[in-house]
């Protein structure tokens, strides 16, 4: 990387080359955002496929959210590559053994088959509603996503709902694979004693669909309360309920890799022990398993079991969120930073000094990690998650 | 089928949309990977040439006795006989191509001791000296021959 | 005798022609025409190394030619390969003190005394050129590769800078060229065994420590030397098909 040298921060031995940290940042935000949009996508498919009706309210917004996320998931990407442009070689050239070839056909897949082609054909009536009704560039606009299409008869209604059931479907497996694969890449890694095992892309899943959920149950409620609009309790209870079950999954799989490698103890055990009780200490031990665990796990359990008050609950569900969110971010941090702070001579430990304005440093992190509100924003107004209360809105104010 | 028809037009703009980004990305496919992609392997063959490409900095032994057969006749029987020319005297490829381009001045105390200080961790059979014992400071070359160091003199 | 000028001339002419001829054809029998160099043939060969533990001295002369010769930046975080110094005490194999200042680039100060019960030893580390290379596994596109004769090269021009291969590499000998962002190892100087050259670190080695060794040519030395020697790799679990083989090799060497 770009910062000056970092030998004054090797402790013990590690090889030469391995001194500076290859993947930064921005490579803990990539599954961090593949995962919300996983995670979102899930939540999306428990109305559409396992007819939870429960949580409709949120179903477009789980859709709308995931493809903001989606848009923006290759940015990190592009600004960590030597070079970026030659990144449609994995277009060209996939090397079919490589798990990280998948990503452009996994991604294109995803965004263009699954996401968008849903968003598409549950908006379309509206879309074309909308451009019936606008003039001038919103008109052009709202005719350009219609693709020209006018009929929105119950006949096409009905296809598109059957069809859109349909692409739920195959997204499933399709979010399963977005995220998987990029655990995966780390599990995959032989030469790499933290990254590799086979736990891994299932707890990167699991922890990406508690991440999901979290993010759509807390923007569900902050954008209710801004817009000045009830929050529909059963709807949020039924969301904070699969978040607990997800998280428990989640917390268990975890605990059995760790319990795993303390039993096992393999050459790399001590190197890494001594890793996470020091350099790894804040970030593992206080934030991910602390704050970012056990705490929104307390806190949801404590809802499932006691019958709380609405804004009790309301107040919980927004705490856990946030912890939750912060925790799954650390995860990611300590997995993707964990993994280059120590040698693989297992004598040595190194330390990662991120810079702040510079391509791969905290101020682009942060860019790209708001950007997807702002194109969440963009969405929301183009396309309204909840057009039957826009009317009672505005006819009650008529 | 006439109802899918009739009604599912925009599902075939939807198909059309696909189907022409598909074709866009296999004509894109065809003009875009290297020719020679894929003749040995997965990679551009193009690669080995591009590997065998760098100029040359250390001409060999060999290209150094085609004029200076005399050092070869001079470590007969020396353990310094496996000693590559480079080894000592650095980088020489220039001065092979162009003899006009005169060879780095070597500094012997330097070069000597650079193998041959005692250090811990050499293999305990190898020649090796604590230069203040052993010459009290005095220049090796005044009583080793560099080509022959088994043999006393200068060089 | 007599002779007419003409035919003086005519005679001494062709003779003259005829000694300039037959010189030529002397010369370029005797000493040899000038050989069009025998075009590298890649499939004739599987190249290997050797590293001989019980000879390497620690002098440094293989990191410090390899940098010259292949341009490698001179900063102590990019070697194509360096040399570790290995200080094992009594039964500890898995807490040795190792250490390489600067790769070994200055060679090594001094650190440890005589006779202090312990062994301390050198080891020269490089590429291994896997034949199962967990790098080229995972590169994405096809920018690293195992050449036709055993070498696992990099396309510079085509290597997009992800870095998976850097992370793939149980050994640490990959690294990213600060200068043309993409990645760089040691390449068994390509350039100079594709022309009947040693590479830079086997030609500047003065113990012999360093061999490289062509598993294809029946008549190559280093089949005697695998018969005669119990060599080992580095991390044999990890089942790379590593192609660099210590002989000598302490069990407490990462």
């Known amino acids: 990387m770009d910062a000056p040298t970092l030998l004054h921060a090797v402790q013990g031995y590690m090889y030469p080359n391995e001194v500076d940290l290859q993947w930064s940042i921005l490579i803990v935000l990539y599954p961090f955002i593949t995962g919300l949009v996983a995670g979102a996508f899930i939540l999306a498919s428990l109305e559409r496929v396992f007819n939870v009706a429960a949580v409709k309210p949120t179903y477009r917004l789980a859709l709308l959210t995931a493809l903001a996320f989606l848009l923006v998931a290759p940015l990190p990407l592009q600004l960590h590559l030597g070079h970026p442009e030659r990144s449609i070689e994995m277009y060209l050239t996939p090397h079919t053994s490589s798990a990280m070839a998948m990503f452009g056909f996994v991604y294109l897949w995803y965004l263009m088959a699954v996401l968008v082609l849903e968003i598409w054909l549950d908006y379309r009536k509206d879309i074309v509603l909308a451009a019936r009704e606008s003039v001038g560039w919103r008109r052009t606009l709202y005719r350009l996503l219609a693709l020209g299409s006018d009929n929105i008869s119950p006949g096409a209604l009905a296809i598109d709902d059957k069809v859109g059931r349909f692409v739920t479907i195959i997204g499933i497996p399709s979010a399963f694979l977005l995220h998987g694969y990029v655990g995966f890449i780390f599990g995959s890694v032989k030469a790499n004693p933290w990254w590799s095992t086979p736990l891994m892309p299932v707890v990167f899943l699991f922890s990406a669909i508690v991440s999901g959920i979290a993010l759509v149950m807390l923007m569900y409620m902050a954008i209710r309360f801004l817009k000045g609009r009830a929050i529909d309790m059963p709807c949020v209870d039924t969301i904070a309920r699969y978040f607990f079950y997800a998280f428990l999954i989640d917390f268990s799989l975890e605990m059995l890799d760790l319990i795993h490698r303390i039993y096992e103890a393999d050459e790399s055990f001590q190197s890494l022990d001594f890793m996470v009780h020091t350099r790894l200490y804040l970030s593992q031990i206080v934030v991910q398993i602390g704050l970012g665990t056990l705490v929104p796990l307390a806190m949801l359990a404590l809802t499932q079991l006691v019958r709380l008050s609405e804004a009790a609950r309301k107040t919980f569900y927004a705490i856990a969120g946030t912890l939750t969110l912060v925790g799954i971010f650390a995860m990611r941090w300590n997995v993707v930073i964990g993994g280059q702070l120590f040698s693989k001579s297992f004598l040595g430990y190194t330390s990662y000094k991120m810079a702040f304005a510079t391509r791969e440093g905290l101020l682009p992190a942060i860019v790209l990690l708001l950007l997807p509100f702002g194109i969440l924003a963009v969405l929301l107004f183009l396309l309204p998650p909840w057009p039957d209360e826009e009317e009672t809105a505005t006819s009650e104010a008529a | ?155 | 005798m007599t002779l007419d000028r003409r035919a003086f001339f005519g005679t001494a002419g062709k003779y003259l022609i005829v000694t300039a001829a037959t010189a030529k054809v002397i010369e370029t029998f005797l000493a040899g025409a000038t050989p069009e160099p025998a075009a590298y043939a890649a499939a004739d060969h599987w190249w290997a190394m050797i590293l001989d533990i019980e000879k390497c001295i620690g002098c440094g002369n293989c990191v410090r030619a390899c940098k010259a010769e292949n341009d490698v930046p001179l900063e102590a975080e990019y070697f194509r390969t360096w040399v570790e110094r290995y200080h094992v005490r009594g039964d500890d194999l898995e807490h040795p003190d190792v250490d390489s200042p600067n790769g070994g680039y200055d060679g090594f100060p001094d650190k440890y005394s005589a006779g202090d019960g312990a062994r301390t030893f050198f080891v020269p580390k490089l590429c291994n050129h896997c034949a199962h290379s967990p790098c080229v596994q995972v590169c994405p596109v096809g920018a690293t590769f195992v050449s036709p004769d055993g070498v696992v090269l990099v396309d510079k021009s085509y290597c997009l800078g992800c870095r998976y291969c850097v992370q793939a590499c149980p050994y640490g000998c990959r690294f990213i060229d600060p200068r043309t962002h993409t990645v760089d190892k040691c390449n068994l100087c390509y350039h100079r065994i594709t022309k009947g050259l040693l590479p830079a670190c086997v030609e500047n080695c003065p113990t012999g420590s360093r061999m490289i060794g062509d598993l294809r040519n029946p008549k190559d030395p280093i089949h005697a030397f695998l018969r005669e020697h119990k060599v080992q790799v580095l991390k044999p679990q990890m089942a790379t098909g590593s192609k660099a083989f210590y002989n000598g090799l302490d069990g407490s060497v990462r």
């Open chain 2, 1 to 155: 089928m006439r109802r899918l028809l009739r009604d599912g037009g925009h599902l075939l703009r939807v198909a059309g949309l696909f189907a022409a980004g598909i074709a866009a990305f296999v004509v894109l496919r065809g003009i875009l990977v290297p020719s020679d992609f894929g003749r040995f392997g997965h990679y551009r063959a193009g690669a080995l040439a591009d590997n065998a490409k760098r100029p040359v900095r250390f001409a060999g032994k060999t290209a150094c006795l085609d004029c200076h057969g005399e050092v070869a006749d001079a470590q007969k029987g020396s353990r310094h006989a496996n000693v590559r020319c480079e080894a000592c005297h650095g980088p020489l490829a220039k001065h092979a191509d162009d003899p006009g381009i005169a060879p780095a001045k070597l500094s012997a105390a330097h070069l000597c001791l650079t193998c041959h200080r005692a250090t811990v961790g050499r293999p305990a059979k190898f020649p090796q000296v604590d230069p203040e014992e052993h010459a009290g400071g005095v220049e090796c070359t005044s009583c080793h021959r560099p080509h022959h160091p088994e043999q006393e003199g200068k060089s």
